[in-house]
């Protein structure tokens, strides 16, 4: 855990000279609106020497950018003559607030005009997920200490997104992420260590597995999941007896709609706040069991349905949690770029409602041979 429990830094440095994985049939316009392609061609035939610029922003959030290396990158990999367009971007990681733009392309229409609706989507995405963990890291902040955040968002969504979605929470202050595709583009690996699965092999002897972990990962720093039996507190004992020091932390992952063992033992906890669940009265109490034993050593990591809201809850209520772990509400869409053509040969023209927004913050972006892997 010593890596996830790295200070995050407040700033993001831009990433360069990523591979990105493109479907080549982005060439072909294969996942670009008819309707852009059908304007490519009347421009190609009707107005081959328009030169226009498009520009992107977002209308509802102040946000964490991310996606404009992506973007780019689709630009200078299937833009027709690309090294004659015009680009300005701000970076990933950057602040932004409502209608502000984040990135200008200038050139012939039907030199690029077909991507908008792909750099649209990829601005979306990227800047939703950046944006979701950055709330979540800043709610898991509390008197100067950065808790980590695991990015677990492997089994919410398709597979495919993994690699740019991982990127995206990296832009966003998460260090640490399920697997080795999410760690891809910013050249770190997954981690983790076990899932209730691999205690199930042991028929739910959660130190028979421990042990077993211990044997064939000597050099992993073993957290172990103690919820498979629905009582935390016991098998976080059984475990750290056990193990000793080389139990580095328990994961804490006990299902909403259960009521942990524990409460069926004391009884007159109950009845005053809801017990199921990962709750702030089940934490404290195994932070409590951990530390009479002499265990204080090991850290607590709770994962299973948790948000910004909840994080802030478990927060402000000084719960002795020390990692969380995070996966699918880090996932929702909630941001929505648009594509504006604004300029016309250099003269305003732009529909109703949308004008160009000159933006001092964006940077010239020089024209480079991106390396593109092609699926």
């Known amino acids: 855990m010593k890596e996830i429990e790295q200070k995050l830094s ?135 200490q950065q808790k980590p955040i695991i990015f677990m968002g492997d089994r919410d969504d398709h597979y495919t997104q993994q690699a740019g979605d991982g990127y995206a929470a990296f832009i966003g202050g998460s260090t640490a992420q399920a697997t080795h595709a999410m760690n891809e583009w910013w050249g770190k690996q997954g981690m983790g260590t076990m899932p209730h699965a691999m205690i199930q ?50 994961r804490v992952d006990t299902s909403r709609t259960l009521v942990d063992k524990y409460f069926l033992r004391n009884h007159h906890l109950m009845g005053t706040f809801d017990p199921r669940g990962v709750n702030p009265e089940l934490i404290f109490a195994l932070r409590k069991a951990l530390d009479d034993e002499g265990f204080e050593h090991v850290k607590i990591v709770v994962s299973g349905g948790f948000n910004e809201e909840r994080i802030r809850y478990f927060e402000q209520r000084g719960v002795p949690v020390d990692m969380y772990g995070a996966g699918g509400s880090l996932l929702k869409i909630n941001i929505g770029f648009t594509g504006d053509n604004v300029l016309l040969n250099g003269i305003p023209e732009a529909k109703k409602g949308r004008r160009y927004r000159p933006n001092p913050r964006l940077e010239v972006v020089q024209y480079s041979e991106q390396t593109v892997d092609y699926t």
């Open 10 to 144: 407040g700033e993001i440095e831009r990433l360069t000279n990523r591979t990105f994985k493109f479907d080549e049939r982005i060439k072909e316009g294969w996942f670009s609106a008819v309707y852009f392609l059908k304007t490519k061609e009347m421009a190609e035939k009707k107005l081959p020497d328009n030169y226009i610029t498009m520009q992107f922003f977002q209308k509802t959030h102040e946000a964490v950018l991310c996606g404009t290396d992506e973007a780019i990158a689709l630009v200078h990999a299937f833009a027709d003559e690309p090294h004659t367009l015009e680009i300005h971007s701000l970076k990933d990681g950057d602040k932004i607030k409502p209608f502000e733009s984040v990135l200008t392309i200038s050139g012939a229409y039907q030199q690029f005009g077909f991507l908008e609706g792909i750099i649209d989507g990829i601005l979306a995405r990227r800047t939703s997920v950046a944006t979701n963990v950055y709330n979540v890291v800043k709610a898991a902040r509390t008197s100067g």
């Open 201 to 250: 092999m042991f028929r739910g002897d959660v130190v028979a597995a421990s042990q077993a972990y211990l044997e064939m990962y000597p050099e992993d720093e073993l957290v172990t999941l103690v919820d498979y039996n629905n009582d935390v507190i016991t098998d976080s004992l059984k475990v750290a007896r056990a193990c000793g020091n080389s139990l580095r932390g328990v």
